[in-house]
């Protein structure tokens, strides 16, 4: 029986990491051009640190951490989002005494979730997070650097989406109406429902059931009972958001499917990707810290799921640069493959931007010419035993109908440079 990988992680492939490498560079650049550092965290955390800081009664903590025993009996999950790894990290780091930190990181996540186009059990996310900033300036900068990376990717039929979830305050209150409002439907509500309605009513709001959308849309909203301060950001947000020419409505259902959010939320979705629509999900998490055993600090971020971002690039039709070799070596004989050895070393020595592929793997001069044309490669280098002999290499055009020529290995790497110049 031939091995399987495990349902819901998938392997990237080499004609795939192509497009990811140019992807993840960009976004690299992108934060880090914002002044954003990168820390990087192990996959595995104590279980608790995700019950705690992702909430008991939400998806994530209900079903869908792969959590395990190791071998000392410890309950150790495999992270599903980056966050809260981030913050016990400043915490356990003493990054959070006295200073601000703008972090990011970027790996595998993962959540035992039903596989689907655009959902994994093992994912990669980009994770934003800037600690110890109040906003509303920051709030604003992060959402404004996303626009900069779809920009900067080349990529369209983005919309965002914002809201406020106000203070712990504003929740208390506003549960409060959610409860009397769900109670008065409770017949209606589906399992899930009614069991959150009794623990975290607000998780109803988040709900995916389409049977329930016609409930939540009823409900009363959360915007309607924020308390003056949290107002307040939010309209500098938005106001932000105008000034930088960054387009955006406000959902007020858009609540979040983790526990810790508070004032602003934020979604990028798009419609390229089917019912898989967020590429980009955040908000402000000031109570996080703090709960976490930490100096009460505020803090906001966003994770970017990347194989919604590489799908959305291929949708948009994104340019891939060039993966090919710039020569390929093709060496007949033995004398001819000992000799491009030294070829290929001195041709990387003296130009370290031509990337220069050899034949490996012997073969006749037409098999090895046509692994040549295969290779994307703009130039093949030929030898023989007799170009050995005399010191000079054939030249041929991959690409083009220029004709083949002979040049002496000693003026190769400058002839090719001169060639590979006029083509890029
Ligand atoms: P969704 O509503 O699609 O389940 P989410 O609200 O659970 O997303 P977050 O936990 O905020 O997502 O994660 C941030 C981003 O990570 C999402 O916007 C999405 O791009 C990506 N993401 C989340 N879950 C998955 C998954 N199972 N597979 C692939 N990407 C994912
Ligand atoms: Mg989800």
Known sequence: MKPKAIRGMNDVLPEDTFRWAHIERVVREVIESYGYREIRLPILEHTELFRRSIGEVTDIVEKEMYTFDDRNGESLTLRPEATAGMVRAGISNGLLHNQRQKLWTVGPMFRYEKPQKGRYRQFHQFDVEAMGYTGPDIDAELIIMCARLWQRLGLSRLTLEINSLGTAETRTRYREELVGYFSTVKNQLDEDSIRRLGQNPLRILDSKNPEMQQLIAAAPLMLDYLDAESAEHFDAVKGFLDSAGVPFTVNPRLVRGLDYYSRTVFEWLTDALGSQGAVCSGGRYDGLVEKLG???????????????????????????PDAAPDVYIVAVGDKALAAAFGIAESLRDESPSISPELNLGGGSFKAQLKRADKSGASYAVILGDNEVASGRVGLKPLRSTEDQSEVAVADLSAELQKRLAVIS
């Open 294 to 320: 930490g100096k009460a600090t505020p803090a906001i971020g966003w994770a970017m799921g990347i194989e919604r971002l590489v799908g959305l690039f291929d949708a948009c039709g994104g340019l891939i």
